[in-house]
């Protein structure tokens, strides 16, 4: 058997990370075991869908990596399919046409309430064969009323479901559009899917769709059903829990590789090992090791990840992502790739992320418009003043321009001053950055480059002159 898997996602938002999750077991699965895996888009709530959302998903996908084999399908284009099979339900007696009306489905509901029974179709138009007049009616699957249908999950272990419990559910429209139950079951048979791997808010649904793919004649797939995802707060997520999308944490600037380690990680486990390559969680990853429990967002976890991979990986691997961080902060470098790759290097022990990282190396791109001012009460005064224009003239003269030789000539000034190396280094990094945080102020001078080290040196100088005349 070639095992088959499917992503199945609804383009009325964003591909959230929940989803993101389902997506990326169903990718394993079918890549350990040599198999196909299917991208549908169920789009046949048709206010709702967007192809703006559809894009997002497309997007949100193809930047983690998971590349699929087949599709996309969508839904719409294949109603008339699944009106053949609806018709083909109706002619073998396992569907039936249903004339109730809203009011009256409310009145019996309503009643059921009021005797303590759990509101559910009472099948009032089971064996009806005539129309009634002025109403166009739903279509209604005829659930077994006894025993029960069990299913075999592979997280959660067997399930079992009173069929008497089973509501005949609606399974087209009194338009004739089909309903989630049957769009999925007749996808999933002509799709020759294998295993469903989904959420476990799905699990209420599969005794249903197992009595649609019996009464088809159909094979019954491997359901996985995994638990959700909580916030930090162990409350259901929501957008209060910040990047709940997947390319919201491309914003943040976590690189895709981490933001998938990360979610491998969320209910699965293979020792006490954290970090895996791609070709590592594809070989060791197994469905039935997978936590009956529901995970929760570590947001600390995802930065340590992050972090992780951002000094793993060679500093001119990260330049494209570099110029996209930049980007987002207002920033259009105007510079060679040898230059951001330089920045990068100087940075990827210090930065979590890529937007701090960005965030940080603004000064790279442009002097200071200001002084932070805490810095500059402390480390830009009078006598600070005498020895930046000192370094500057000996910088002004320094016959190599590279970390080792400014690293010296730094180093000489603080001992000539009787100082500390950090006294004299820390007035020339709020001089030339405007703060007190950058990389080594050697390697940080060599990266700017003498013509704009000694601008900002000389500047720096006559804003302390001007603050104390």
């Known amino acids: 058997m070639t095992v088959r898997t499917r992503f199945a996602p609804s383009p009325t938002g964003y591909l959230h990370i929940g989803g993101a999750r389902t997506a990326l077991f169903s990718w394993l699965y079918a890549r350990r075991h040599n198999g196909a895996f299917v991208l549908r888009v169920e789009d046949t709530d048709r ?67 009021a005797r303590g029974e759990k509101p559910k179709y009472d099948g009032r138009c089971r064996e009806r064969t005539e129309p009634r007049e002025g109403i166009e009616p739903v279509v209604r699957f005829r659930m077994p009323v006894d025993g029960v249908t069990v299913v075999d999950d592979q997280v959660r272990g067997r399930v079992e479901f009173e069929n008497r419990e089973l509501d005949d559910l609606i399974i087209a429209r009194s338009d004739g559009t089909p309903t989630y139950n049957l769009t999925v079951v007749v996808d999933d048979v002509d799709m020759q899917i294998t295993h469903v791997i989904r959420g476990d808010d799905h699990l209420n649904n599969t005794p249903k769709q197992i009595n649609i793919y019996k009464a088809l004649e159909a094979k019954v797939p491997l359901f996985s059903h995994i ?9 259901k997520l929501s957008k209060r829990h910040g990047a709940a999308s997947v390319m919201e944490y491309r914003k943040e600037g976590y690189l895709p590789e981490a933001v998938v380690n990360y979610l491998v990680r969320l209910g699965w486990s293979h020792g006490d090992q954290e970090i895996f390559s791609r070709e590592e969680m594809t070989r060791l990853f197994d469905i039935a090791d997978v936590n009956h429990s529901a995970s929760t967002l570590n947001p600390g976890k995802l930065d340590w990840i992050n972090q992780h991979y951002i000094m793993e990986r060679p500093a001119e691997s990260l330049v494209d992502e570099f110029i996209w961080q930049l980007e987002q902060v207002g920033v259009e470098p105007m510079h060679d790739r040898d230059y ?41 005064t009078a006598e600070t003043g005498a020895i930046l224009q000192q370094v500057a003239n000996a910088l002004d003269k320094l016959d190599a321009w590279d970390t080792e030789a400014i690293h010296a000539l730094v180093a000489e000034r603080a001992e000539e001053a009787g100082l500390k190396l950090g006294k004299v280094a820390q007035p020339i990094r709020v ?19 003498r013509e704009e080290t000694l601008s900002r040196l000389r500047k720096a100088c006559e804003w302390v002159s001007s603050q104390n005349a």
């Open 340 to 380: 951001l790759t330089r920045i990068i290097a100087s940075q990827q022990s210090r930065a979590k992320t890529l937007l701090e990282m960005a965030g940080n190396s603004l000064f790279f791109f442009g002097p200071p418009a200001e002084y932070e001012p805490k810095a500059a009460r402390k480390h830009l």
């Open 47 to 113: 206010e709702r869908s967007t192809e703006e959302a559809v894009q997002v998903i497309l997007d949100g996908m193809r930047w983690l990596g998971l590349d699929w084999d087949e599709g996309p399908y969508y839904q719409t284009q294949r109603f008339d399919r699944y009106k053949e099979t609806v018709q083909k339900l109706l002619d073998a007696g396992h569907a039936y046409h249903c004339y109730c009306t809203t009011e009256e489905l409310d009145a019996m509901r309503a009643e059921q309430r």
């Open 227 to 235: 638990p959700m995802i909580l916030g930090p707060d162990g409350a």
């Open 431 to 449: 001089a030339v950055s405007g703060g007190p945080v950058s990389p080594p102020i050697d390697q940080t001078l060599a990266i700017l480059g």
